[in-house]
């Protein structure tokens, strides 16, 4: 049976290897969701990450483990966007020709700076299931390597090292919501803190337009459910059984947000504590703000994963706010 998680140990050596590449980025605490739940509240703002989100630490751990053949026949990857500027930031880096195949409606911001990073950027594709089909094609045709966004140790283990900073600098850390898409942030966090802090509650949190995750363990099967437009793009797509694993062993619970809750987050978050967020990257604090997770125990960290929104739906949504 395939290992989908990584160890502690794995996860101590992607920092490692991640040193002087991916920046250790702010825990703050922040005083309004402190006060809004009684008890003290942090962001770890992977939106100031390098290339603008968590993803480029998995990226650049796994393509750091690639045999030189693996390296010469270049990779492939699919993405909704952030995994694509993480996998070409590593692949510049490390030398490494990269392709990556991205929904036709991908922000501009995210096709951008993934071209800007000398990767070869595929838009085509209807959605961010068909950009993965797509690239699965392209690896079988072409002998390069497919990055999955979700799921393999060495990504995990380099996505696992949040979790590492986060018990590293908040070791009486209680609960901790991670924004959840196909896992792999989840699996990499979930992972290092069920190994050296099981006490910490995992709650995971998505759109209710990318509620894959959410139906599936509800279920306890994969369910399929519809491709709709969302703010949270990045959580976009199905989850298979290998994603379904993950969250069964790594979640205490997830809940879903709504649009407007979002973009309310994403207003608020500009407005109120000066982080740029994307859909994806705001989760976690809509669910704070909606009031449903009073239950939770303190100390708690809100996982802001990415900052990656276009600007014109950055201007949209702060008008819409007043």
Known sequence: MTRLLPSATEIREAAGRLRGVAVRTPLRRSAALSDLVGGDVYLKLESEQLTGSF?????????????????????????????????????????????????????????EGIARRGARVLDEASDYDDAMVRARAYARETGATFLHPCLGVPLLAGQGTVGSEVLDELPSLQTILVCVGGGGLLGGIGAFLLSEAPQVRVVGVQSERTDAMARAIEAGRVIEIESLPTLADGLAGQVDGDALAIGQATLESIMTVTEDEIASAIAWLWLAEGIRAEGSGAVCVAALRSGRLRHLTPPIVAIVSGANIDETRLQGILAAAG
């Open 55 to 111: 993803k480029v630490r998995g990226a650049f751990n796994a393509l750091s483990l690639l045999t030189p053949e693996e390296r010469a026949r270049g990779i492939v990857a699919s993405s909704a966007g952030n995994h694509g500027l993480g996998v070409a930031e590593a692949a510049q880096r490390l030398g490494v020709a990269a392709t990556i195949f991205v929904p036709s409606n991908a922000p501009a911001v995210k096709k």
